[in-house]
């Protein structure tokens, strides 16, 4: 029989899983040509622990951020027909056979799925490699966590070209976290249904200024959604990084609008971009944060409720801390109605996701610019006293919006501050 597939298995769990991976794969021997073992950190095997029906394996440290990149390089050097995908912990089923494993057109990706908890993910796990060098391969995939990657880029694709078969993968381990856990409800969110709402009308504004490590998330968020933004509105304010290299790439795509500018701050920066949005309403993400892949379809269905007198809808946020490569679920703090300038000054955490309404808030002057650090600092708090002096500021309970911990945002290194900008700003 031909050796026609190459096999990648993405980020294995542990050297123990990583060996029953390849005991899974034994069945098909006859078929794989090469095993490619794509770690974020070095993971090895004795010549004694590699079935002696393979001969190599290639290890490939990438990480997680670059994973899209490292999956283009190894398929432009792949000739074998088929790719088969294998990721952290799955293995194949016994039920598996080579002869299931056979695609015709227009059938170019075999899906499976398999159950987390109460959390039913699907994923690839073969394709035409044909078909995947021609749909431009792994290009613009950035979830904000590995654990995404595959559904991610499965909802990227066209469903006729998808045939499923259930089960023909088993998890060798199931790791019982709240981090775990909450990963793969979001992967799950990946597969929903696209929906068409077409009104309420709504855009995305990002400023960005040196977050390199995140921004490609951030962006890659509000396109990697069920159901399209209006506008994606990007400001670089400045940058000293590579971060605009990484947006121009983004400027690429049709429904991304990047304007660049010198540094000011983010008020002027937002400012910048208010000229150039056509939508009822504009939802604010910051450059090292993420959106859940149906934030927008969530939003628009609580728009459709928000009072006329309303100009910002406001709900929860789920809170992750960024260590080294990985994020670790925090926890979701829950927002609450708030009808005074007073009760948003005692805000336990930044109010948001903010949703304003376009009109209300340029009739205001747009994001408030104060003196206070030459208002470089706490816009938003700013801009939302200017709005509840003339409106209300409507809560709502939902949860799309991901808030990324880490030593680099502004928020952090200036909190010290806040007492100072509370003694500055007149009620």
Known sequence: MLKDISVIIIFPFSQKVLQQMLVSLRKLQARISSVIVI????????????NDWLNDICFITSKNNELAHTLDNIMDQTNNRYVLFLSHTHCLSASVNSEMLQLEQPKTVLTTGYRFRNHAIYLPLLALS??????????????????AFLPAWLANLDKSSQLTIENLINPS????????????????KYQFKKENLTSPSLSVLISNYNMEKYVDIAVASCLLQNM????ILIIDDGSTDYSLKKLLQWDRN???????????????????????????????LDADDWLDPNAVAM???????????????????????QINDEVFFKGIKKGKQIHRPAELLTYSFPLGPRIYRTSTLKSTGGFLINDFENGRLYEDVST???????????????????IREHQESITTINRSKWSEYLNHIDL
């Open 39 to 50: 770690q974020a950190t070095n993971i090895t095997l004795n010549k004694n622990q590699v």
């Open 130 to 147: 044909k078909y995947i060098k021609k749909i431009g391969g792994f290009t613009n995939i950035h979830p904000p966590f590995n654990e």
């Open 173 to 188: 381990v199931e790791t019982r976290n709240t981090t775990t856990s909450a990963k793969y409800m979001i992967a799950q």
């Open 228 to 231: 399209p933004f209006d506008q």
């Open 254 to 284: 049709k429904q991304v609008k990047l304007i660049t500018k010198k540094n000011e701050g983010k008020a002027k920066a937002l400012n910048t971009l208010l000229p150039y949005i056509t939508s009822e309403f504009i939802l604010e």
């Open 299 to 321: 939003i628009k269905k609580h728009l459709l409720e928000l009072p006329e007198n309303s100009s910002l809808l406001y709900g929860n946020f789920r809170r992750w801390k």
């Open 384 to 402: 939302l006293l200017q709005l509840i002096k003339h409106s209300k500021l409507n809560y709502s309970n939902f949860t799309i919006y991901n």
